[in-house]
């Protein structure tokens, strides 16, 4: 079987993670500090908080930038996560349509499902294309919103020019063993602002004022330190930021290797009818996951793995689940082209045999179907 994703990782990463056990820091340590660094200069952010997922930096968002209550604008055309971190906070979220071309939020549809009790907007940039940071800026502007960014799917993706996560008031990142910067599980959150900075790095380690790091540094270890709020566990291991320290060193080539096998899908399938995400000019994209709209999905689903080939869905509304339906949503477009998006494998080590696998596949599905 072909699968959707596969970790691009190998011999670099796995003597990253060896040195970790010979110094002894495995935890939350040097290699962390040194991932928070790399990476903050790697996308033009001066604070970065190393997590231990993207829902962590999502939930560590909402904390520092106090928000808790009111609306947030929110796609329901995401991983739960992004949701969930809104509800965390004793948010409502406000379903808002996508756009039918990169399945990103509508800057429209979200001018109209703005009131009094908004106060952010959830930007997702979904597959890695970036939303209309411009409109959106706009709009937060205009009537005082947060604006928080969900690059889960979109470490290394800019908008004219300037790296995504940097836009809003935080920008949180995934680096899950399926994203262009692979670690395992990890995340990152960018913020602004030195005192939000400060209070997410105590927040999370358990709200400690110093970590065993930092404790551990001077010329004796110093047990003492200061609980002065409540914390949690969300901080980055050195174990993982080792393995992203070299996945930083990749972060081009993997995004490239995904640009090839998507440009090449768009050609081959040029002629069938489907209809691929668009690349806007104004954007450098992850290309991380390969999305069609097809009216016979389930079908393709079901044909293409007769032929050793997976496949997947990016995503099911979150307005669907029960958790979610308690909370209005009128979002049309999303309503239609979900139930005919299905992705396709792509990742940096898929062979040009197994591309070709994968184009004959949905060729043959349309000649012999």
Not at 292 to 314: C, K, P
Request: aromatic share 10%; glycine share 8%.
């Amino acid at each position: 079987m072909i699968p959707v994703f596969k970790p691009a990782v190998g011999d670099d990463e796995w003597q990253a993670v060896r040195e970790c056990f010979q110094t002894g820091w495995i935890g939350l340590g040097p290699k962390t500090a040194e991932f928070e660094q790399a990476f903050g200069k790697t996308i033009g952010a001066e604070y970065v908080v190393g997590m231990n997922s993207c829902s962590s930096a999502l939930d560590m968002a909402f904390k520092v930038l106090g928000i808790s209550g009111g609306e947030v604008i929110t796609p329901s055309l995401t991983f739960v996560s992004t949701n969930h971190a809104i509800l965390y906070n004793n948010c409502t979220p406000v379903f808002g349509d996508v756009t039918r071309d990169t399945l990103t939020l509508d800057p429209d549809d979200v001018r109209r499902k703005i009131t009094p009790n908004t106060v952010a907007l959830m930007l997702v940039h979904y597959a890695g294309h970036p939303c209309d940071l411009d409109a959106f800026l706009e709009i937060a502007r205009e009537h005082n919103l947060a604006i928080i960014e969900d690059c889960a799917h979109a470490a290394g993706s800019t908008y004219n020019g300037q790296p995504v996560g940097t836009f809003g008031d935080a920008g949180c990142f995934s680096f899950h063993a399926v994203k262009n910067v692979a670690m395992g599980e990890g995340g990152a959150l960018v913020v602004k602002q030195t005192d939000q900075y400060e209070r997410a790095m105590q927040l999370r380690w358990c709200g400690i004022s110093k970590s065993t790091w930092e404790r551990a540094r001077g010329k004796s270890y110093s047990w003492q330190y200061d609980v002065q709020e409540l914390g949690y566990k969300y901080h980055l291991s050195d174990i993982a930021a080792a393995i992203g320290l070299v996945q930083l060193g990749k972060i081009e080539q993997h995004r490239q290797a995904r640009k090839h096998i998507w440009q090449t899908y768009d050609v081959a399938f040029a002629d069938l009818p489907v209809q691929p995400l668009a690349i806007h000019n104004n954007v450098t994209s992850t290309h991380l996951i390969y999305v069609l709209q097809t009216e016979r999905r389930d079908e393709m689903i079901d044909f293409l793995r007769e032929r050793g080939i997976g496949t997947s869905v990016h995503y099911y509304p979150n307005h669907l689940f029960d958790l979610y339906r308690r909370y209005p949503a009128d979002i049309p477009i999303t309503e239609e082209v979900w139930q005919k998006i299905i992705t396709l494998p792509i990742y940096p080590a898929l062979t040009s045999e197994q591309v070709e696998t994968v184009i004959e596949g949905v060729r043959a599905f349309y000649q012999d179907t």
